[in-house]
């Protein structure tokens, strides 16, 4: 029994684990699918490489066929883990835009502008430089920034920003997003910042909070329209915990309707079709899947000066076993100390690409490293207007969800694509680079045409891992969740992940989850936002 069981340990999961058994008289359960976040290349910055080759703590999701992409099947990295895709990723802390929560209160869902999400953001951040009008200084999302720019390519990247024309920002997450500026990341004292890290690990002896991991939940328990309960498989048994008050899914943008799904919540003509009884229909159980789909442009370097010798084997292993003696070196970094949010075209009002100066040049999510000193600018479309679908293949938890994003569908995402290879060739094209610029990897100097550049963005494109929207907030037909986070029609049941999101923000989604479930806690215990 508990007053509150929460299915997945990620983001979102982690913080609401913390925030409501901080009140010792509310008993919370907490269920992950994956293991402990013990694995050491979880902690170390540049670890994140490594869990991508190895998928130790993955879900190993790949898409259905893309048509427009060639019919590609994309690897999906999500986290299986304590910390979930918080304990695997690149730790980039972006908000997004004022402007993307703006538009999702003007979408009818009262409390989500951007004032009433900037408290949450501050609330949630431990920002090593402290607080100030923007910033959280004493939250548990440990947030830090280098503390100056010294790589000499990072140092072009800037000054090949001035002289191509755009403008240049101190802070991504200040009142200025747009133009060329440092990254902030979740790293503190060389460490990387999960969720798990700075939310749940410090609470998991409360009393009152119980943590079960390898726990794959396959049903949600129903009482007439209520929810009463969560089954859950583990070492191949079943068991079940029920609620007094709520059940909170935090699974994300894939489990979440997924779960739902399974327990017969959804369109009620797709789950008779897969052998699933319905209990209640929501035609927009995942659906309104949106992701960021990136590529790059890649340029071998002149000088011996890239990321190349650290990530090679002799290199990688110096760099392992310095930060596991002395927590120091080169493992220390993620390797993004740059980006820049630019405009595909100056008369449109905000950013639609976000650019990552990355020191390496690299295939497939880092898995395959070229074998040559380079660097990338590796961009996003940032708000897509493609559309997907997360669904079940049938009433077995085991099997993975069908998974379409369906990129490039909408004709206006291949031309910001289209306009991303173009700025960046424009910009290692400046004059700062001429100490540094080879021969230009990808797409190769023979791609010229805008045929020629779709090709390649067709045949090279990859997820950059913001999937959102499946269980949409809102109050359409195809809305999942209300503004206070409750699934329509079931009582004593919320979504409180990226999944509720309406609309992808410009920029990274894992600080957004974060407000997103601290907002949660807050509404499930009926408190006021922090001052």
Same mark, same amino acid.
């Given at each position: 029994?508990?007053?509150?069981?929460?299915?997945?340990?990620?983001?979102?999961?982690?913080?609401?684990?913390?925030?409501?058994?901080?009140?010792?008289?509310?008993?919370?359960?907490?269920?992950?699918?994956?293991?402990?976040?013990?694995?050491?290349?979880?902690?170390?910055?540049?670890?994140?490489?490594?869990?991508?080759?190895?998928?130790?703590?993955?879900?190993?999701?790949?898409?259905?066929?893309?048509?427009?992409?060639?019919?590609?099947?994309?690897?999906?990295?999500?986290?299986?883990?304590?910390?979930?895709?918080?304990?695997?990723?690149?730790?980039?802390?972006?908000?997004?835009?004022?402007?993307?929560?703006?538009?999702?209160?003007?979408?009818?869902?009262?409390?989500?502008?951007?004032?009433?999400?900037?408290?949450?953001?501050?609330?949630?951040?431990?920002?090593?430089?402290?607080?100030?009008?923007?910033?959280?200084?004493?939250?548990?999302?440990?947030?830090?920034?280098?503390?100056?720019?010294?790589?000499?390519?990072?140092?072009?990247?800037?000054?090949?920003?001035?002289?191509?024309?755009?403008?240049?920002?101190?802070?991504?997450?200040?009142?200025?997003?747009?133009?060329? #500026?440092?990254?902030? /990341?979740?790293?503190?004292?060389?460490?990387?910042?999960?969720?798990?890290?700075? *939310? &749940? $690990? @410090? +609470?998991?002896?409360?009393?009152?909070?119980?943590?079960?991991?390898?726990?794959?939940?396959?049903?949600?328990?129903?009482?007439?329209?209520?929810?009463?309960?969560?089954?859950?498989?583990?070492?191949?048994?079943?068991?079940?915990?029920?609620?007094?008050?709520?059940?909170?899914?935090?699974? #994300?943008?894939?489990? /979440?309707?997924?779960?739902?799904?399974?327990?017969?919540?959804?369109?009620?003509? *797709? &789950? $008779? @079709? +897969?052998?699933?009884?319905?209990?209640?229909?929501?035609?927009?159980?995942?659906?309104?899947?949106?992701?960021?789909?990136?590529?790059?442009?890649?340029?071998?370097?002149?000088?011996?000066?890239?990321?190349?010798?650290?990530?090679?084997?002799?290199?990688?292993?110096?760099?392992?076993?310095?930060?596991?003696?002395?927590?120091?070196?080169?493992?220390?970094?993620?390797?993004?100390?740059?980006?820049?949010?630019?405009? @595909?075209?100056?008369?449109?009002?905000?950013?639609?690409?976000?650019?990552?100066?990355?020191?390496?040049?690299?295939?497939?999510?880092?898995?395959?490293?070229?074998?040559?000193?380079?660097?990338?600018?590796?961009?996003?479309?940032?708000?897509?207007?493609?559309?997907?679908?997360?669904?079940?293949?049938?009433?077995?938890?085991?099997?993975?969800?069908?998974?379409?994003?369906?990129?490039?569908?909408?004709?206006?995402?291949?031309?910001?694509?289209?306009?991303?290879?173009?700025?960046?060739?424009?910009?290692l094209a400046q004059r700062a680079f001429d100490p540094y610029r080879g021969e230009e990897y990808g797409p190769g100097s023979t791609v010229k045409s805008n045929v020629e550049i779709d090709a390649y963005i067709r045949r090279t494109s990859e997820t950059i891992y913001?999937?959102?929207?499946?269980?949409?907030?809102?109050?359409?037909?195809?809305?999942?969740?209300?503004?206070?986070?409750?699934?329509?029609?079931?009582?004593?049941?919320?979504?409180?992940?990226?999944?509720?999101?309406?609309?992808?923000?410009?920029?990274?989604?894992?600080?957004?989850?974060?407000?997103?479930?601290?907002?949660?806690?807050?509404?499930?215990?009926?408190?006021?936002?922090?001052?």
């Amino acid at each position: 029994m508990a007053d509150y069981v929460i299915v997945g340990a990620g983001s979102a999961g982690c913080v609401l684990a913390n925030r409501l058994s901080a009140d010792p008289a509310i008993k919370v359960a907490l269920i992950e699918a994956g293991g402990k976040d013990v694995n050491p290349f979880i902690h170390m910055p540049a670890g994140y490489l490594a869990l991508m080759k190895s998928g130790a703590v993955d879900w190993h999701y790949h898409t259905e066929p893309q048509p427009h992409m060639d019919q590609r099947v994309l690897f999906w990295p999500r986290g299986k883990v304590l910390g979930g895709s918080s304990s695997i990723n690149g730790m980039v802390y972006i908000r997004g835009r004022a402007s993307d929560y703006d538009m999702w209160g003007q979408l009818g869902n009262l409390g989500w502008s951007f004032e009433d999400c900037l408290p949450y953001f501050k609330h949630a951040e431990g920002r090593e430089a402290g607080a100030d009008d923007y910033h959280g200084g004493d939250g548990p999302l440990l947030t830090t920034r280098l503390p100056e720019i010294s790589h000499p390519l990072t140092k072009a990247w800037f000054a090949a920003g001035r002289q191509a024309g755009y403008p240049e920002t101190n802070d991504f997450n200040g009142p200025h997003q747009e133009g060329f #500026g440092p990254v902030d /990341s979740t790293i503190a004292n060389n460490r990387r910042a999960s969720a798990a890290r700075c *939310y &749940l $690990h @410090s +609470v998991m002896n409360r009393p009152n909070l119980q943590v079960i991991t390898r726990a794959l939940a396959s049903r949600i328990l129903m009482k007439g329209r209520r929810a009463v309960g969560i089954e859950y498989i583990k070492g191949g048994r079943a068991s079940i915990i029920r609620v007094d008050r709520e059940v909170i899914l935090t699974a #994300g943008a894939i489990n /979440s309707p997924q779960l739902l799904q399974l327990s017969g919540i959804g369109d009620a003509t *797709y &789950l $008779h @079709s +897969v052998g699933v009884k319905v209990v209640h229909e929501l035609k927009g159980v995942g659906r309104n899947l949106q992701d960021h789909l990136a590529a790059g442009v890649k340029q071998r370097c002149t000088q011996p000066i890239s990321f190349l010798k650290h990530v090679k084997p002799i290199g990688a292993t110096k760099a392992f076993i310095q930060y596991m003696l002395t927590r120091s070196g080169p493992a220390t970094s993620h390797g993004l100390e740059a980006m820049a949010f630019i405009k @595909s075209q100056s008369e449109i009002v905000a950013p639609d690409l976000q650019y990552f100066f990355v020191l390496l040049i690299y295939n497939d999510h880092g898995r395959k490293i070229i074998n040559d000193h380079g660097f990338m600018a590796y961009f996003n479309i940032a708000r897509p207007e493609s559309r997907g679908t997360i669904l079940i293949r049938s009433s077995d938890p085991r099997k993975h969800p069908m998974i379409q994003p369906n990129y490039l569908e909408a004709p206006e995402d291949v031309r910001i694509m289209r306009e991303g290879v173009k700025i960046g060739r424009d910009i290692l094209a400046q004059r700062a680079f001429d100490p540094y610029r080879g021969e230009e990897y990808g797409p190769g100097s023979t791609v010229k045409s805008n045929v020629e550049i779709d090709a390649y963005i067709r045949r090279t494109s990859e997820t950059i891992y913001h999937p959102v929207g499946t269980c949409k907030m809102g109050s359409d037909s195809m809305a999942v969740v209300d503004n206070r986070l409750r699934v329509h029609g079931i009582d004593g049941l919320r979504v409180a992940d990226a999944s509720v999101m309406p609309r992808l923000v410009t920029g990274n989604t894992n600080a957004p989850t974060i407000m997103i479930a601290e907002k949660a806690s807050d509404l499930i215990l009926g408190r006021s936002p922090p001052s």
